[in-house]
């Protein structure tokens, strides 16, 4: 028996975290940044610009995808 697990993206924006699975935003593992942040701006019906200042932070087990000024997980960041 396979368990397969959901791939999720947390995104950091306005301030806020959410988790969206990959699922819901129609995409794969393999899709690219631009296709991530294409996608995170449609299902939260942003300007296309609103993720020029964001990056996409990849791993086995999920995808991050911040403010670029955060860099690595620090204390004071929205989401820690």
Partial sequence: MSL???QMLHVQLNGR???VSLEEL???R???DSQIKAAITRHFAL???QLDQHIIVRSWQARVIH???YGVQKKGSPCS
Avoid: D, F, G, Y
């Fill in 4 to 6: 397969r697990t959901k």
């Fill in 17 to 19: 975290c959410e988790e």
């Fill in 26 to 28: 129609q995409l794969t």
């Fill in 30 to 32: 393999q899709a690219t």
């Fill in 47 to 49: 300007p296309a610009h």
């Fill in 67 to 69: 403010p670029e000024v």
